[in-house]
């Protein structure tokens, strides 16, 4: 029986990956109801641009994070103005083919360029390991997660309610037409958030590496997860988001710990009855 | 938009029901693989059922606005009861198809009380989950499924105890598109009656139906459940065409491939779903020697030019084209 704290410390960093790679999508589809099923793709971007970066030009691996925030970001803005802002006003159907198309692409250039096989990371040493405290054993790797995450989340949740950016975001999410209507720039905040919130995915995709590995079928793979935190949290909230995160990651990992006969189907079972329950989300208003 | 005046309800429905020399030459064209290309009827018996599943999707997104990324949960649910109905003994064809059907209806009776509750976001999820929950069961319980290895030992029976199912597909091909076609009249039916009518309300405006007094939820619960009986079918003729029956009849990825032909056709037009697997298929099968990762990007890039040029399907393209062409003349 693995101990509890280790398991529950797991969960933790687990989630908090989640949280990072979900974070944008809940925002953006709060603010402009775009189902965006390619917000996994712009993860996986973020995790190859590290790959390449470290393994072909022997970039450290702290230095390449950056870099994967901003090739996220980069190449969502682009397929914002080309393609997603078109469809603001589409059906969901409509929305949820044209990014499911996008997926596709993606997996298949990823597969050509890298093959399909996991790709090999090696972290600093730094990050290598774990240590005791208080009787109780640490990896280094997985408290910088968390610990990058809380910074991240910190800077998110001041962001949001203490700048004026954030205001105006946060009045587009609850009435888009009444914010239009008093001059907010809606389209721009928007194309604004969706570059941060691809780039907050492409970094979760690159810190994803060494717990979840990498492959092309990672943007289908964790889509699922994503959008269970982002509808379980409820639209546009970020505490929901987190709180989502959170019980997501932990109950996975206890379930594949304790019962892993049952592999995922205690996470769907947990998903379906919650949203039964509450449709809007656990934090949703609408 | 139809200029034609009806005398009342009854020859609107009527007129509706008529077959078109094109609809009947389409059938007639189903029956061309026997004599052209006798070495694909597999690959044909492949086409006929996916093309039954996509029209049972049709019926529930097209036609009432049920977006569902799980509908493979119930092609599943009757592929694995046909399955194990045959490995405890009994392999009779037609009757196969019944039991799969039920138990599918069942399933989908079931789940639709849960469907008709929600929209949105929340419905996408939704269907998602039952369909995830399902493969994962299936996973699972691997002493009556099989597993991840799929059911072994499955062997269907002679339909009415003279057609064998042979390997070149002549009885699978001409079973399948019996089948097809007799389910294809009857959801014709369904959709010119007034419940079909009432189903399109329902997709136009979820809101404004109940005020007029039609029971949405009924209407949703029966439709869906329909759909479900549907899938359940053709799930139960790719068990006993095929013989197997894996994991793979549940999937996410059989949920997406559908919902994918049926946009590529064109969705609540009843030949939209049947065009879309043909032509899915068809190409799918002429990139089979790429690596199906390859294949996934020109699917892809499909998807988004479908979506962004031809927001109606291949047939909702063509019907334009046919309609400039008759203005022009």
Redesign the interface.
Known sequence: MPPVFGVLFDGVAYGMLLFLMSVGLSVTLGMMNFVNLAHCSFAMLGGYVTITLMNAMGWPFLATLPIAFIAAAAASVVLERVFFRRFYNASELDQCLLTIGIVFVSIATAAYIYGTDQQPLQLPTYLHGSFNYAGLSFAVYRLFLIVVAVVITVALVLGLEATRFGAQVRAAVNNQRMARGLGINVDGLFAITFALGSGLAGLGGALAIAMLGLDPSFAFTYLIYVLIVVSVGGLGSIAGSFAAAMLLGVSDMAGKYYVPAFGSFLIYLVMLLLLIWRPTGIFGRR | MTTETFAGPQDFFQAQLRWHWIEIAFWLAMLLPFVLTPNYLVLASQIAITALFVLSLDLI?GFSGI?S?GHAAYFGVGSYTVGLVSKWGWGEPLTGLLLGGIAAGLFGYLTSF?IA??R???L???T???G??LV??A??ASWLTGGFDGLQGIHTWRIFNTFRFDLYGYTAYGYSLAVLFVVFLVARRLIHSPFGLALRGIRENGQRMPAIGAATGQHIRTIYTIAAIIAGIAGATLAETTETVSLESLG?QRS?DV??ML?LGG?GRLYGGLLGAIVYMVARDQFSGL?P?????W??????A???LL?NGILGGLTLLARRLKVAS
């Open positions: 997104l977006v990324l849960i509750r929600f949105h976001l929340a996408i999820m939704i998602l989950g039952i995830l929950l994962e069961a996973n699972s996410f997406a919902l994918v946009i969705t690596n990762q390859y294949w996934y990007f699917i892809g890039l499909l998807l988004i479908v979506v962004v927001p």
